[in-house]
């Protein structure tokens, strides 16, 4: 025993060619100690060794997701979070709602902040980039680190996001091989009609179809070989990026094991998943999906067109389980709102929206859109600035944070403090 604790100490080779190691039960007052400059001797104390053999530890040690994914079959199910809406005030001066925000990120896989100001519209300045900053670096893409979407005529753009018209569900730069993770939207100005936004949890659309329609998830997950990669493309004012991507990425059997089940504060949120893997020791857990119609490419010609065909039928059963009025969540962003969301789950889309009539300008409306400030000729009449941020950006945040509440620096609010203690992680 050394200082009072109960600990392991390895003794290693002294060289290469030399194979044995020596095991001794011994005490010391740190977590380890190594003394390869005499004797090669490295110390684990059993508190130590305890929870690096903890499966509950894993999601936030280990695991990239950080939380088991909280799928929401309905939008009931993602209205139900407490901490769904943060006001930005408090996400700057409060490291309970910080973490709040990442638990809920990182668990449904999107957040709303409210009251995010909107004066300053620059690229270096804005309040986008300040916000997103708090959590790391910026995704630089060939839009830039921050962007905005501004609608254009549309003979005056070839990018849809940029009209006026509906852009149905769909991902950002699929066309990319590893496409940004995380994408957050601040509203700037909304002084239309229409142009609400909305979005759908696909992994619930997924657990859904692997129940159900168990031969087309296997489709979609690459069961039939090469021909369920699927191809996206931007080819537009100078640049061509193509890539294929299989529609599901299942995340490794390990991280499914070492997740608990009781990840959210609305704990029947999870029954679907519950239920799909109730006979399963092994449950499946999502990682990623890569789905984006409006960006997908011709399919090159086939050697299996059987097997193409079992492939459209596939994505057409995923695009309707998507398109489940119960479970779109929608609503309009307001100026001062900014939604933070999965884009690799989550996928988004938008209305159509038109301008208001020079009698509606300076008004608002019933909704709260718009200041009553006119809007001044050749400015845009809705105005969005956007960011991406890659996922080992947000969930080394994460962890930190789930860090500072094990170790008491942080006093989580109450309902994620719950969903810690039943995953075993407030000691």
């Keep these: 025993m050394k200082n009072g604790e109960q600990g392991v100490t390895i003794t290693w ?8 190691t020596t095991a001794t039960t011994t005490t010391t007052s740190s977590s ?5 400059e005499s004797g090669h001797s490295s110390f684990y104390t059993i508190p130590h060794l305890l929870r690096l053999s903890s499966l509950a530890a894993q999601p936030i040690e280990q695991t990239p997701l950080i939380h088991t994914p909280i799928e929401w ?47 300053d519209g620059t690229d270096e300045g804005c309040e986008l980039r300040q916000a997103m900053r708090r959590l790391g670096e910026l995704r630089s893409t060939f839009y830039g680190k921050v962007w905005d979407v501004r609608a254009l005529r549309r003979e005056e753009t070839r990018n849809i996001a940029y009209t006026d018209v509906d852009l149905g569900f769909h991902q950002d730069l699929c066309y990319f091989e590893n496409p940004p993770r995380f994408q957050a939207l601040h509203c700037l100005r909304n002084r239309v009609h229409g142009g609400s936004s909305y979005f759908t949890d696909s992994f619930a659309a997924l657990r859904h179809m692997l129940t159900s329609h168990p031969d087309e998830y296997a489709v979609l997950k690459g069961d039939e070989g090469g021909d369920a990669d699927v191809p996206f493309v931007y080819d537009n004012d100078g640049y061509w990026y193509y890539r294929t991507h299989r529609t599901v990425e299942e995340a490794p059997r390990a991280w499914s094991r070492s997740r608990s089940r009781s990840q959210s504060p609305n704990t029947s949120s999870n029954d679907a998943a519950t239920d799909a893997d109730a006979a399963n020791d092994d449950p499946i857990q999502f990682h990623a999906v890569n789905y984006s119609p409006p960006f997908q490419a011709p399919f090159p010609p086939t050697q299996s067109p059987a097997k193409r065909d079992k492939l459209f039928r596939a994505l057409a059963t995923f695009e309707r389980l998507l398109a489940r009025e119960e479970g779109i969540y929608e609503f309009t962003l307001r100026e001062g709102e900014m939604v933070v969301f999965d884009n690799r789950r989550v996928l988004h889309a938008r209305r159509a929206f038109w301008d208001k009539t020079e009698a509606e300008e300076g008004k608002g409306d019933e909704a709260g859109q718009g200041q009553g400030e006119r809007v001044r000729n050749g400015e845009p009449t809705r105005w969005l600035k956007g960011c991406y941020m890659d996922g080992d950006v947000v969930w080394n945040k994460m962890r930190v944070m789930n860090r ?14 719950e969903v810690l203690k039943r995953r075993g992680l407030l000691g």
């Design 13 to 20: 080779p002294s060289s290469a060619t030399t194979t044995t």
């Design 32 to 36: 380890i100690q190594s003394a390869h």
């Design 73 to 119: 079959p309905t939008r009931t199910d993602l209205l139900a979070s407490p901490t769904l809406r943060i006001p930005y005030a408090d996400f700057l001066h409060s490291r309970a709602a910080e973490h709040a925000f990442l638990a809920q990120l990182t668990g449904y896989g999107l957040v709303v902040l409210t009251g995010v100001p909107t004066q």
């Design 404 to 417: 500072l509440v094990r170790t008491g620096q942080v006093e989580p609010l109450p309902e994620w403090k």
